[in-house]
Nanobody
Framework: QVQLVESGGGLVQAGGSLRLSCAAS????????MGWFRQGSGKEREFVAL????????YYADSVKGRFTISRDSAKNTVYLQMNSLKPEDTAVYYC???????????????????WGQGTQVTVSS
């Protein structure tokens, strides 16, 4: 079993920045990639960003491209989401997730992921 624990959420003014962290622990951690998703109040959960563990290649939702950066530290089994130029519409609970080992392609669906963190709240005030 793998546990994912997010941290770094909080309240920030529009235009500000936050960095989220997601630490993985448990059995020997091995994954194709790690993703960040978010769910705003009354909305469906949506894909935000993805990093492939071996290649460090990244992929972003259009809504965050150019503002958010995903990275990982393999020695710490930790993935980060640097969020800059935050907007009120970025307000949501942010979740990290570890992809299923058999998934291929661009992993933007919930079904591509096997383990999920508990989420961390990000609130952006106008």
């Amino acid at each position: 079993q793998v546990q994912l624990v997010e941290s770094g959420g909080g309240l920030v003014q529009a235009g500000g920045s936050l960095r989220l962290s997601c630490a993985a622990s448990g059995r020997t951690f091995s994954t194709v990639g790690m993703g960040w998703f978010r769910q705003g109040s009354g909305k469906e959960r949506e894909f935000v960003a993805l990093i492939y563990w071996s290649s460090r290649s990244t992929y972003y939702a259009d809504s965050v491209k150019g503002r958010f950066t995903i990275s990982r530290d393999s020695a710490k089994n930790t993935v980060y989401l640097q969020m800059n130029s935050l907007k009120p519409e970025d307000t949501a609970v942010y979740y990290c997730a570890a992809a299923r080992p058999d998934r291929l392609g661009v992993l933007t669906s919930d079904y591509d992921y096997e383990y999920w963190g508990q989420g961390t709240q990000v609130t952006v005030s106008s």
